[in-house]
């Protein structure tokens, strides 16, 4: 066995990984808090990655310059989404929201089809490749990778250290009782839309100089990110972590090593296995 | 009693066999093939949503199982379309009562929502990579008309809209009465019955998980059938009828259309088949405009377009008798 090819997959797989991350904890942060399945969540990636591509293509600035922005707009287009697809229906059936946010959704891509038909693969300003025992690491993959992991750390910190923080993962573990000690639950649900929507497009800005740029780039990986979910345990912040980074490695390693077509096909079949056989999740405790 | 109980449907029928008398030219016919055939598809989705109350985001899977079954087997072993169809139904529904097998004895709502997009989304990789078998992207071309051969009757093929209309108005009388006929079965007002309250029907001796696979299974074969119709219609199936733009479509066509209802689907068929036909000059803005309305129509019309129809037209029929009995000096009809 070569193990140059198995580490610089591995590596690879990390990369892909923390992109993962970013999108997915945000998915299962909204279903912890709200019990409501996002289908728009891949908007709010694709958003990052087309706010790079724009203001690279029409002001010169540099990818990660445009996180800022990025993280901003798709904020916004959190809080939008949570007040025009979610408030309203928040009571009915969970059918509602899905319906919903897969309508928001569609009119999210079909705008940015007309604005940007084709893929782009944003220039990064690291060009440099670091040679590791044979194993290639590309700069600019380790700046994204670092970048994303700050953006998780920044999190974990938000979410065990901080009053807001906290107050989201009250309201995640019951509801009615954090109404009862003061907590705006109307305002946690924003908040947690838009720190949500940022993170996916933090992550989105991310990947868009080493995967593409496309409008439906979210619905790509908003499967994905879904599979993640419910095999961390649908809510389960840490447990989400672990396996999108479990899922980005196992799934460049089973590209090479078995199949590259059916890399994610097997991923569906792990998470469809998981939902019937232990819906809690594999890192549940119960 | 029974021309008065059967008068709209018959009334309604008897439209649609004339309407290709009145729409002659082929664009507006093979409009007219179409809407039949994503009503009878949606119809089928409606038994999941509607009936059983649960939501499958992986129906579309179905159909392109259907499509692909008789595609398959009249292109590589000459095999007769009308045996294709057969296999198309017993391929989905075998599929369809293994899926449900599988996923309804743990699985409700939300995680039910997930697991048949992940389904769903898992066959349509296999229609896409399995090249050796479904051609991959390209898909199959070049697949055979039905042709209709009873002995000592000239040879007939179902080539023309004009023609196809016919049979797929054929196969979406049949799916609105097997629905209707079930409805009315002992096993229709069971599955009713789950959707209302699953825990008080199950302590009435209903077996929830039994008429839930079997409804399921109902509606995957019902999806096939379409779907294997629809293929020997376009003669070319690829994997993008297997997507989630169809798949959307569909889901709009069910819940704005009118969900647990006859007519709702149907509704939702004509509405977003035409409507998008007659913003054509907007392009890709036509797509924004669709899930506008969807959205909005989720938010402010949430029992679907047919049942507001309803109660609007009886509200109206009340106020108007209202009036009536006032200006008529007190009298109550």
Not at chain 2, 98 to 104: R, T
Not at chain 2, 183 to 212: C, D, K, M, P, T
Not at chain 2, 307 to 333: D, E, I, M, Q
Request: glycine share 12%; proline share 3%.
């Amino acid at each position: 066995m070569d193990w140059t090819v198995f580490f610089q997959q591995a590596w690879n797989g990390l990369v892909n990984g923390i992109g993962y991350a970013l999108f997915a904890l945000g998915l299962t942060l909204i279903f912890g808090v709200l019990k409501v399945i996002n289908l728009s969540h891949g908007e709010f990636f694709m958003l990052g990655a087309m706010v790079a591509v724009f203001l690279q293509k029409l002001l010169g600035i540099n990818f990660f310059v445009a996180l800022i922005p990025a993280a901003l707009l798709g904020g916004a287009l959190g809080f939008i989404c949570n007040r025009v697809a979610v408030r309203p229906l928040i009571k009915s059936p969970p059918m509602s929201t899905i319906l919903s946010t897969l309508a928001l959704s569609y009119i999210l891509v079909n705008i940015s089809l007309t604005l940007w038909p084709y893929p782009v693969t944003l220039k990064t300003p690291f060009t440099g490749v670091i040679n590791l025992g044979g194993v290639h690491i590309t700069e600019a993959s380790l700046v994204s990778f670092a970048l994303g992991g700050v953006a998780v750390v920044v999190l974990y910190l938000f979410l065990t250290k901080m009053r807001k923080g906290k107050e989201i993962g009250a309201t995640a573990q019951n509801m009615v009782g954090a109404s009862l000690v003061g907590i705006n639950v109307k305002g946690i649900f924003d908040l947690t839309f838009v720190i949500a929507a940022a993170l996916a497009a933090i992550g989105g800005v991310l990947v868009a100089p080493l995967w593409q740029a496309y409008s439906t780039m979210g619905q790509a990986i908003l499967l994905k990110g879904f599979a993640i979910v419910v095999v961390g345990g649908m809510g389960n912040v840490m447990g989400c972590l672990g396996v999108a980074m479990l899922v980005g490695v196992g799934e460049a390693l089973f590209g090479n090593y078995v199949s590259m077509y059916f890399k994610e096909a097997a991923l569906f079949v792990v998470m469809i296995v998981v939902l019937l056989i232990r819906p809690q999740g594999i890192f549940a405790e119960k | 009693m029974w021309m008065k109980k059967h008068l709209a449907p018959l009334v309604i029928l008897a439209v649609a066999i004339i309407l290709p008398f009145i729409f002659r030219d082929a664009y507006s016919r093979q409009l007219l093939v179409l809407i039949c055939v994503y009503a009878a598809l949606a119809l089928s989705l409606d038994i999941i949503i509607g009936y059983m109350g649960q939501i499958s985001l992986g129906h579309i899977a179905f159909f392109g199982i259907g499509a692909y079954t008789s595609a398959l087997l009249s292109l590589k072993l000459g095999m007769p379309v009308w045996l294709g169809w057969l296999a198309a139904i017993v391929c989905g529904g075998i599929i369809g009562y293994i899926i449900g097998y599988v996923s309804l004895r743990r699985t409700r709502g939300v995680s039910l929502a997930i697991v048949t997009f992940g389904v769903g989304f898992v066959i349509y990789l296999v229609s896409q990579n399995w090249y050796q078998l479904t051609n991959g992207f390209e898909g199959l071309i070049g697949i055979p008309s039905p042709v209709l051969a009873i002995p000592g009757l000239p040879r007939f093929t179902f080539e023309s809209s004009f023609s196809y209309y016919y049979l797929v108005l054929a196969i979406l009388v049949f799916t609105v009465y097997l629905i209707s006929a079930v409805l009315r079965s002992r096993f229709g007002r069971a599955v009713v019955a789950l959707r209302e309250n699953e825990e008080l029907a199950s302590s009435v001796g209903i077996n929830a998980f039994n008429y839930y696979v079997l409804a399921f299974t109902l509606a995957s074969a019902l999806a096939a059938l379409v779907g294997a119709t629809y293929g020997h219609y376009v003669r070319i199936v690829t994997p993008r009828l297997l997507g989630m733009d169809y798949m959307l479509m569909l889901l709009i066509m069910v819940v704005v259309g009118g969900k647990g209802t006859l007519a709702g689907p149907i509704l939702g068929a004509a509405i977003f088949i035409l409507v998008p036909e007659w913003l054509r000059m907007t392009a890709q803005l036509r797509l924004v405009l669709l899930g506008g309305i969807f959205l909005v129509c989720i938010i402010f019309m949430p029992q679907g377009i047919y049942p507001a129809l309803v109660s609007l037209f009886k509200r109206a029929s009340l106020s108007g008798r209202l009036w009536l009995s006032k200006v008529g000096g007190g009298k109550t009809f």
